[in-house]
Nanobody
Framework: QVQLVESGGGPVQPGESLRLSCVTSGFDFINYRMGWYRQAPGKEERELVATVLSSGHNPTYADSVKGRFTISRDNSKSTVYLQMNSLKSEDTAVYSC?????????????????WGQGTQVSVSS
């Protein structure tokens, strides 16, 4: 059974930093590109924020977070991280991780239908 357990969120002020972690189990972590999604208040859709290959190379980022967020992973711990710097109010959301579908037009969609509980990030002065 796939488990995704996110942590590290919290309330912060604009300009501050947070580091999110997602500990996974129940699948071969090393075989998947992993990613972070976020769901802002009042939005139905999750936004793909960042992805990283199994090797840790070639990360991808949404334009809104480029230069501020860094995704990384530790395959020995089946864990993916998201370092978030220079946070803005528009980064406020519930952040969740999932494996990434890399097939054709489905690229970027979550691989697993189930999600963890997510971790809330609230940026406000």
């Amino acid at each position: 059974q796939v488990q995704l357990v996110e942590s590290g969120g919290g309330p912060v002020q604009p300009g501050e930093s947070l580091r999110l972690s997602c500990v996974t189990s129940g699948f071969d972590f090393i075989n998947y590109r992993m990613g972070w999604y976020r769901q802002a208040p009042g939005k139905e859709e999750r936004e793909l924020v960042a992805t990283v290959l199994s090797s840790g190379h070639n990360p991808t980022y949404a334009d809104s977070v480029k230069g501020r967020f860094t995704i990384s992973r530790d395959n020995s711990k089946s864990t993916v991280y998201l370092q978030m710097n220079s946070l803005k109010s528009e980064d406020t959301a519930v952040y969740s991780c999932n494996a990434i579908n890399e097939y054709g037009s489905r690229w970027g969609r979550p691989w697993f239908s189930s999600w963890g509980q997510g971790t809330q990030v609230s940026v406000s002065s």
